[in-house]
């Protein structure tokens, strides 16, 4: 596996794990009403949304590049 083929899979799991974890954070937030698992949820929410769009720029500049 090359260098590129796995920062593209670094990124995808990195995502999936971000948005598992925001899901996990609302949903514990949902159950306790604790406000701190709700602010980590949004925020690993957020930090999925940028990663999709790291991820975006990445396989511009990848396909630009070659």
Excluded: P, Q
Aim: aromatic residues 18%; positive net charge; without cysteine.
């Amino acid at each position: 596996m090359s260098l590129k083929s796995f920062h593209i899979f670094f990124i995808a799991v990195s995502t999936l794990l971000a948005f598992g974890f925001g899901a996990w954070g609302v949903y514990v937030h949902l159950t306790e009403s604790n406000a701190g698992y709700l602010v980590m949820g949004l925020l690993s929410f957020l930090i999925g949304i940028v990663l999709i769009f790291y991820g975006i720029n990445f396989l511009h500049k990848l396909k630009h590049t070659r």
